[in-house]
């Protein structure tokens, strides 16, 4: 079971940081992720980090403002959310794969329930 926490209400500039935990799973050994939803669109790639956290994945206008990293021995996953925007609101999920990293939501097994990060302008 993942649980993404971390989220609500900022306004445009301000920044959040969100945690993903697993009960009963060790995440050491899974590639995790970040995915994100808008209202009407489609579930869209965030931010990906390996198993060891020596390789991180972005979303081409993320990267720069958004930062993964993990924290293995606490068995949590983090995403840092820096100069956020109006246009960053949305559901965010986070997601585990065992065998690959990548960008697209079929390679992730397993899945959290989402967030809600709110940016008011």
């Known amino acids: 079971q993942l649980q993404a926490s971390g989220g609500g209400l900022v306004l445009a500039g301000g920044s959040l940081r969100l945690s993903c935990a697993a009960s009963g799973r060790t995440l050491s050994s899974y590639n995790m992720g970040w995915f994100r939803q808008a209202p009407g669109k489609e579930r869209e790639f965030v931010a990906v980090?390996?198993?060891?956290?020596?390789?991180?994945i972005y979303a081409d206008d993320l990267k720069g403002r958004f930062t993964i990293s993990r924290d293995n021995a606490a068995n949590t996953v983090y995403l840092q959310m820096n100069s956020l925007k109006p246009e960053d609101t949305a559901v965010y999920y986070c997601?585990?794969?065992?065998?690959?990293?990548?960008?697209?939501?079929?390679?992730?097994?397993?899945w959290g329930q989402g967030t809600q990060v709110t940016v008011s302008s």
């Open positions: 997601t585990a794969s065992a065998r690959v990293i990548g960008r697209s939501a079929n390679v992730y097994e397993y």
């Open positions: 980090i390996n198993w060891k956290g020596v390789v991180t």
